[in-house]
């Protein structure tokens, strides 16, 4: 009974650690998933692997009824569970744009390192943190230095705001000269008569929302203009 209390605690430790390492990624990035959300998930999924495995066996000689039980089966149920948490930190924003796939990946995969612990896969477990660190960190960092130009154009909103609907074709030019690329375009008429376009756009990184804005004002068919990072 010892020895498998001990291997329990040992096992909950490693867990621990593991979870500590991938919250502590998301707490320094400010994200929802910190470290007690991490520590927590990992702990308790360890745990529920451990008691669906020994369970399983124990049940199976404590009874002259054979018992025949699955030794993963609450551990299956971890992996749907979570899903909710996960759900829970995935946003859409006004923009459309979707934010904390990474974060809800994180959840995900922190139950599956405690489960992967519980089970006695210890290498695979520290094999997968690091793997997931490399990713998550190292990999993005070698992509932005690697190819800069390519991978960091800026997704904007702009929206403007003209008077004269003729003008509408040479504000659209105007902005695509600038090495903007237009990638959706709603025009819509205003109570005052005015014309207001907007527009979903991909900008080099090298533009700046101030400039950008700034060389949209200046135009002289524009009577309003705004542009969203």
């Not at 519980?118 to 997931?132: C, K, Q, R, S, T």
């Not at 960190?137 to 904007?156: S, T, Y």
């Amino acid at each position: 009974m010892v020895f498998w209390d001990m291997e329990i605690i040992y096992k909950l430790g490693i867990t621990a650690i593991l979870g500590l390492i991938i919250g502590l990624e998301r707490e320094l990035k400010r994200k929802p998933l910190g470290l007690k959300t991490s520590l927590v998930i990992s702990i308790i999924s360890c745990l529920l692997t451990i008691v669906s495995i020994q369970s399983a066996y124990l049940f199976n000689h404590a009874h002259d009824v054979q018992i025949t039980m699955d030794p993963l089966r609450l551990a299956a149920q971890i992996v749907s569970g979570i899903g909710f948490l996960g759900a829970g930190v995935i946003l859409k924003k006004d923009n459309d744009s979707i934010t904390g796939l990474t974060t809800a990946a994180m959840i995900w995969g922190a139950s599956g390192i405690g489960i992967a612990v519980g089970a006695g896969f210890f290498m695979e477990a520290i094999a997968g943190v690091v793997l997931i660190m490399i990713s998550v960190e190292i990999i993005p960092l070698l992509l932005k230095k690697a190819a800069k130009k390519r991978l960091h154009n800026k997704d904007l909103i702009i929206k403007v705001v003209v008077h004269d609907r003729d003008s509408i074709p040479t504000v659209l030019e105007s902005i695509e000269k600038q090495e903007i690329t237009i990638e959706n375009i709603r025009i819509k008429d205003l109570k005052d008569h005015s014309h207001l376009i907007d527009l979903k756009v991909r900008a080099s990184y090298m533009h700046t929302a101030a400039d950008i804005y700034r060389k949209i004002s200046d135009m002289d068919e524009v009577v309003a203009a705004e542009v969203e990072s």
